[in-house]
């Protein structure tokens, strides 16, 4: 059964903190991404990375970083919170060489920037 | 770019009522779409995919290349099937999606 983890559930910020939100997926897949989803405006990929230290920019990077020094374990960023990086933040990993693309995701975690 | 367009936020009917949920595209080339649904306090996951042809919790969808639309059809609803659904777009030969808004059904009593 796939796994993917998120580091924290809920987490409270203040604005200009340097903030890191951490994945971890236990099925070797590859591919790994963070959304951030707001209401109506459904999942927005802000990162994607389809190998160990290697990443492409989603839709919307601005304000955010990634690292992925290990296969396993994605990490977003947020250099200096603002308000308007308050959202529910989803991490997802799929795997292409199953030839499908279905991704799998984690639970979440909702940042509050205040 | 590719844009996924799910045109209703919200939908709301009456257990054992037909429902479709609405899913528009836009993409040049041949897309792999899919329905991704999220219920209460649980995380995204796959409800079914095009390409696979299948019918999962009594959920279909007919991916119409004409009117790029790729609608999610159930002919009774359930209360269980309350939940949000995304319609999302993969291009061709691709690993990213592109999600639509979502719209969020309500099955009631």
């Known amino acids: 059964d796939v796994k993917v983890t998120q580091s924290s559930r809920y987490l409270v910020k203040r604005t200009g903190e340097k903030v890191f939100l951490e994945c971890v997926q236990d099925?070797?897949?590859?591919?790994m991404f963070w959304y951030r989803q707001d209401p109506g405006l459904g999942l927005r990929l802000i990162y994607f990375?389809?190998?160990?230290?290697?990443?492409e920019k989603g839709d919307i990077p601005e304000g955010y970083s990634v690292s992925r020094e290990k296969k396993e374990r994605f990490s977003l960023i947020l250099e200096s919170a603002s308000t308007n990086q308050t959202s529910m933040y989803l991490c997802?990993?799929?795997?292409?060489?199953?030839?499908?693309?279905?991704?799998?995701f984690g639970p979440g975690t909702r940042l509050t920037v205040t | 770019a590719q844009r996924v367009t799910q045109p209703e936020k919200l939908l709301s009917v009456f257990k054992g009522a037909p429902v479709e949920l609405k899913c528009n595209y836009s993409?040049?080339?041949?897309?792999?779409l899919f329905w991704y649904v999220q219920y209460s306090r649980q995380r995204l996951q796959l409800l079914l995919r095009?390409?696979s042809r299948e019918s999962i919790k009594g959920f279909t969808a007919d991916l119409n290349k004409g009117e790029t639309s790729f609608h999610l059809k159930k002919p009774f609803a359930q209360e269980e099937d309350s939940a949000m659904y995304y319609c999302?777009?993969?291009?061709?030969?691709?690993?990213?999606?592109?999600f639509g808004g979502g719209t969020r059904l309500m099955v009631k009593p």
């Open positions: 997802a990993s799929s795997s292409p060489g199953t030839g499908s693309y279905e991704q799998y």
């Open positions: 099925m070797d897949h590859e591919n």
């Open positions: 990375s389809y190998d160990v230290k290697m990443k």
């Open positions: 993409y040049s080339g041949s897309p792999e």
């Open positions: 095009h390409i």
């Open positions: 999302a777009l993969s291009p061709n030969a691709g690993n990213m999606l592109t």
